[in-house]
C-alpha cells in the first residue's frame, strides 16, 4: 500500500512533471488526476485543495474507506468526471451521479453489496440455458446503476449476474460494456437501445444466442462472444463500423454470409469452433488484418480466397490437404499458420508470400517444398517439424535472416548447408547417422538439438560453436566426447544422457560453472563420475548420471 502523499505526488506528476511536493503551491494549476492502480485507504487530503480540478481516475483503485473519499471530492466545485472501481454502486452518493463516467464494479470488500436473486425472482427468470448451473450465488445490478446517466464505461466483470435487466437500455451514452465472465444465460433486447455502444465484451457467459437487437448498434467496434455457446448468429450485417469480431470457442458450424458484408472488419477470431467451411465470398473482406479460423473442421479454403490486407492468418488443427492455387496472392502475409492439417504439397508460386516472417507448417504429409521456398527471405522462424521431409530445396542456405528452424521428427538422414543467421536448429527425431557439417559453420547457434538420431561420434569441430548455450545429444550412439567440448565457454546446459559413454575427456572442467550436465544411462567409467561429483562440489554443476 503506497503512502497517501506519495500516491499525490505521482498522481500530480503526469500533469506537472516538475511539481515540488508539500511546499508547491501549484494546486490552481492542477485540472485533472489518476490514482488509478493504486492501493491507498482512502484519497489524499491535498486533493481538497485542487480546485480546478475537472477530472479524477480512481479506476482500478483499491479504496476502502469511501465516505472519506466522497466528502473529499464533494469539496471540488469543478468536478465534472469521475472514473471508479468500486465494491457497488450503494457507495456512491446520489449527488456525484451525473459524474460518474466509468464505472467498474468489484466486489472486493464483501459481496453482500451486491442484492442476491430471491427465490421468487429466480420463478420468473426466462428460460435458462441448459448450460447454466443454478447456484445461490447470484446477483443482480442494483437499479441505481440505471440513474448513472453520463456513463461511458461499465464494467461488472466476473460478477454472476445470470440475468442483465431490460432498464441496461437506459445508459445510452455507453461507449463499452463489459459483461464478461458473468454466467450470462441470455440478453435482452433492450441492449440494441445502446446507440453510442463501441465496445460489446460478452466473453466467457453461458450464452447460446444473440438478440437480433444486436444489429441496431450501428456505432459498434469491438464484439467479443468468445467462450459461450453459441450455434448460430442473428443478422448482423448492419454493424457497419465493427472492425474487431471475437467468435472463438463457440459451437458454430457455418459462418453466416451477413460476415462478408462487414466491411471494416480488421480482426476475426473464428477459432475453436465446428465449421466446415468459410463462405465463397469471404474475398470481400478487404480489410482484414487478422484471421483466426484455427481449430475447426475446415477441409478446402474458398477458390477465390484472397485479401489485400491480410497480415496474419491462423489455419492450424484443421483437415486441410491443400492450398488454392491464388493463396500466394496474399501478398501481405507475415504470419501463416498451417500446423496440423494434412497439406501434401505446398503451391509451387509460394514464394510470392515475400513478407513471411514467421511460417508454421508443423505436423502435415509434406515430403518436398517448392524451390520458390527460397525466395522468402524476410523468415525469421520456421517450423517443419512432423513432416515426411528428406531434403530441403537448393538454396535454403539464401534464407539469410531465419534465426530459429525446427526440422524435428522427419526423415533428415544429412542436412544441406543452412542459413548462416541461425540461432536456433531442432533436428531431434531424424536419421542422421553424425553431426551435419552445415551444423559447424554457424557461428551464432546458441541452441542446436540432436536427440533421437543414430549420431555415433562428436567430431572436434563441435568447440568452433562458441556461442552455444544449449546442446542436446541424447538418446544417439555416441561413445566417446572431443577434447574440443571444453571450448564451449558460454554453456548453460547439454543434455548427453543414453549413449554408450564410457570416459568423459578430462578437458570438460574447462566448462563454465552452474551448468546442467545430464549423462544418465550412460556407461561411464568410475573416472569419469569422479571428475562430474568434483564439478559439482567445485563449479556447482548440476548433475545427473
Given at each position: 500500500?503506497?503512502?497517501?502523499?506519495?500516491?499525490?505526488?505521482?498522481?500530480?506528476?503526469?500533469?506537472?512533471?516538475?511539481?515540488?511536493?508539500?511546499?508547491?503551491?501549484?494546486?490552481?494549476?492542477?485540472?485533472?488526476?489518476?490514482?488509478?492502480?493504486?492501493?491507498?485507504?482512502?484519497?489524499?487530503?491535498?486533493?481538497?485543495?485542487?480546485?480546478?480540478?475537472?477530472?479524477?481516475?480512481?479506476?482500478?483503485?483499491?479504496?476502502?474507506?469511501?465516505?472519506?473519499?466522497?466528502?473529499?471530492?464533494s469539496k471540488l466545485p469543478k468536478l465534472k468526471r469521475i472514473k471508479?472501481?468500486?465494491?457497488?454502486?450503494?457507495?456512491?452518493?446520489?449527488?456525484?451521479?451525473?459524474?460518474?463516467?466509468?464505472?467498474?464494479?468489484?466486489?472486493?470488500?464483501?459481496?453482500?453489496?451486491?442484492?442476491?436473486?430471491?427465490?421468487?425472482?429466480?420463478?420468473?427468470?426466462?428460460?435458462?440455458?441448459?448450460?447454466?448451473?443454478?447456484?445461490?450465488?447470484?446477483?443482480?445490478?442494483?437499479?441505481?446503476?440505471?440513474?448513472?446517466?453520463?456513463?461511458e464505461y461499465l464494467s461488472v466483470s466476473f460478477v454472476k449476474l445470470?440475468?442483465?435487466?431490460?432498464?441496461?437500455?437506459?445508459?445510452?451514452?455507453?461507449?463499452?460494456?463489459?459483461?464478461?465472465?458473468?454466467?450470462?444465460?441470455?440478453?435482452?433486447?433492450?441492449?440494441?437501445?445502446?446507440?453510442?455502444?463501441?465496445?460489446?465484451?460478452?466473453?466467457?457467459?453461458?450464452?447460446?444466442?444473440?438478440?437480433?437487437?444486436?444489429?441496431?448498434?450501428?456505432?459498434?467496434?469491438?464484439?467479443?462472444?468468445?467462450?459461450?455457446?453459441?450455434?448460430?448468429?442473428?443478422?448482423?450485417?448492419?454493424?457497419?463500423?465493427?472492425?474487431?469480431?471475437?467468435?472463438?470457442?463457440?459451437?458454430?458450424?457455418?459462418?453466416?454470409?451477413?460476415?462478408?458484408?462487414?466491411?471494416?472488419?480488421?480482426?476475426?477470431?473464428?477459432?475453436?469452433?465446428?465449421?466446415?467451411?468459410?463462405?465463397?465470398?469471404?474475398?470481400?473482406?478487404?480489410?482484414?488484418?487478422?484471421?483466426?479460423?484455427?481449430?475447426n473442421k475446415l477441409t478446402t479454403l474458398p477458390v477465390d480466397f484472397?485479401?489485400?490486407?491480410?497480415?496474419?492468418?491462423?489455419?492450424?488443427?484443421?483437415?486441410?490437404?491443400?492450398?488454392?492455387?491464388?493463396?500466394?496472392?496474399?501478398?501481405?502475409?507475415?504470419?501463416?499458420?498451417?500446423?496440423?492439417?494434412?497439406?501434401?504439397?505446398?503451391?509451387?508460386?509460394?514464394?510470392?508470400?515475400?513478407?513471411?516472417?514467421?511460417?508454421?507448417?508443423?505436423?502435415?504429409?509434406?515430403?518436398?517444398?517448392?524451390?520458390?521456398?527460397?525466395?522468402?527471405?524476410?523468415?525469421?522462424?520456421?517450423?517443419?517439424?512432423?513432416?515426411?521431409?528428406?531434403?530441403?530445396?537448393?538454396?535454403?542456405?539464401?534464407?539469410?535472416?531465419?534465426?530459429?528452424?525446427?526440422?524435428?521428427?522427419?526423415?533428415?538422414?544429412?542436412?544441406?548447408?543452412?542459413?548462416?543467421?541461425?540461432?536456433?536448429?531442432?533436428?531431434?527425431?531424424?536419421?542422421?547417422?553424425?553431426?551435419?557439417?552445415?551444423?559447424?559453420?554457424?557461428?551464432?547457434?546458441?541452441?542446436?538439438?540432436?536427440?533421437?538420431?543414430?549420431?555415433?561420434?562428436?567430431?572436434?569441430?563441435?568447440?568452433?560453436?562458441?556461442?552455444?548455450?544449449?546442446?542436446?545429444?541424447?538418446?544417439?550412439?555416441?561413445?566417446?566426447?572431443?577434447?574440443?567440448?571444453?571450448?564451449?565457454?558460454?554453456?548453460?546446459?547439454?543434455?548427453?544422457?543414453?549413449?554408450?559413454?564410457?570416459?568423459?575427456?578430462?578437458?570438460?572442467?574447462?566448462?563454465?560453472?552452474?551448468?546442467?550436465?545430464?549423462?544418465?544411462?550412460?556407461?561411464?567409467?568410475?573416472?569419469?563420475?569422479?571428475?562430474?561429483?568434483?564439478?559439482?562440489?567445485?563449479?556447482?554443476?548440476?548433475?545427473?548420471?
Open positions: 500500500m503506497i503512502d497517501l502523499s506519495e500516491a499525490f505526488h505521482q498522481a500530480v506528476q503526469e500533469q506537472i512533471p516538475n511539481w515540488q511536493g508539500p511546499q508547491d503551491q501549484r494546486y490552481e494549476n492542477i485540472t485533472r488526476l489518476s490514482f488509478a492502480f493504486n492501493y491507498i485507504p482512502v484519497l489524499p487530503r491535498e486533493v481538497e485543495k485542487c480546485t480546478e480540478l475537472e477530472e479524477i481516475d480512481l479506476s482500478n483503485t483499491y479504496i476502502y474507506d469511501w465516505q472519506t473519499t466522497f466528502e473529499i471530492l471508479l472501481t468500486i465494491p457497488s454502486v450503494l457507495s456512491i452518493p446520489e449527488q456525484f451521479f451525473d459524474k460518474i463516467v466509468h464505472l467498474e464494479i468489484r466486489p472486493y470488500q464483501n459481496e453482500s453489496f451486491f442484492p442476491k436473486v430471491n427465490s421468487l425472482e429466480r420463478e420468473q427468470l426466462p428460460r435458462l440455458s441448459r448450460y447454466v448451473v443454478m447456484v445461490e450465488n447470484f446477483y443482480k445490478l442494483d437499479n441505481r446503476i440505471f440513474k448513472l446517466k453520463n456513463l445470470l440475468f442483465l435487466p431490460p432498464d441496461i437500455g437506459m445508459l445510452k451514452n455507453l461507449k463499452v460494456l463489459d459483461l464478461s465472465y458473468c454466467d450470462l444465460a441470455e440478453l435482452p433486447r433492450e441492449i440494441g437501445q445502446l446507440e453510442n455502444l463501441e465496445e460489446l465484451k460478452l466473453q466467457y457467459n453461458s450464452l447460446v444466442s444473440l438478440p437480433k437487437e444486436l444489429n441496431n448498434l450501428k456505432r459498434l467496434r469491438v464484439l467479443e462472444v468468445y467462450a459461450n455457446y453459441l450455434m448460430d448468429l442473428p443478422d448482423l450485417s448492419d454493424l457497419s463500423s465493427l472492425e474487431e469480431l471475437y467468435l472463438s470457442s463457440n459451437k458454430l458450424t457455418d459462418l453466416p454470409n451477413f460476415i462478408t458484408k462487414l466491411q471494416q472488419l480488421k480482426i476475426l477470431n473464428l477459432s475453436q469452433n465446428y465449421l466446415r467451411q468459410l463462405p465463397e465470398d469471404f474475398h470481400k473482406l478487404r480489410n482484414l488484418r487478422i484471421l483466426d479460423a484455427s481449430e484472397v485479401m489485400p490486407s491480410l497480415e496474419e492468418l491462423y489455419l492450424s488443427k484443421n483437415k486441410l490437404s491443400y492450398l488454392p492455387q491464388g493463396f500466394a496472392q496474399n501478398k501481405n502475409l507475415i504470419l501463416l499458420d498451417l500446423s496440423e492439417n494434412q497439406l501434401q504439397n505446398m503451391p509451387e508460386n509460394f514464394g510470392k508470400l515475400y513478407k513471411l516472417v514467421r511460417l508454421e507448417l508443423r505436423s502435415n504429409k509434406l515430403s518436398q517444398l517448392p524451390k520458390s521456398f527460397t525466395q522468402l527471405r524476410h523468415l525469421t522462424e520456421l517450423n517443419l517439424a512432423g513432416n515426411e521431409l528428406k531434403d530441403l530445396p537448393e538454396g535454403f542456405e539464401n534464407l539469410q535472416n531465419l534465426q530459429v528452424l525446427y526440422l524435428a521428427f522427419n526423415r533428415f538422414k544429412d542436412l544441406p548447408r543452412l542459413p548462416k543467421s541461425l540461432s536456433k536448429l531442432v533436428a531431434s527425431h531424424n536419421l542422421l547417422d553424425r553431426i551435419p557439417e552445415s551444423v559447424f559453420g554457424l557461428s551464432l547457434l546458441s541452441e542446436l538439438f540432436l536427440d533421437y538420431n543414430r549420431i555415433k561420434q562428436v567430431p572436434p569441430q563441435i568447440g568452433e560453436l562458441r556461442n552455444l548455450i544449449t546442446l542436446f545429444l541424447n538418446h544417439n550412439q555416441i561413445k566417446q566426447l572431443p577434447p574440443e567440448i571444453s571450448k564451449l565457454s558460454n554453456l548453460y546446459e547439454i543434455n548427453l544422457s543414453e549413449n554408450p559413454i564410457k570416459k568423459l575427456p578430462p578437458q570438460i572442467e574447462a566448462l563454465p560453472e552452474n551448468i546442467y550436465f545430464y549423462i544418465v544411462k550412460a556407461q561411464l567409467d568410475e573416472e569419469s563420475k569422479e571428475l562430474l561429483r568434483r564439478m559439482k562440489k567445485q563449479k556447482y554443476w548440476i548433475v545427473a548420471f
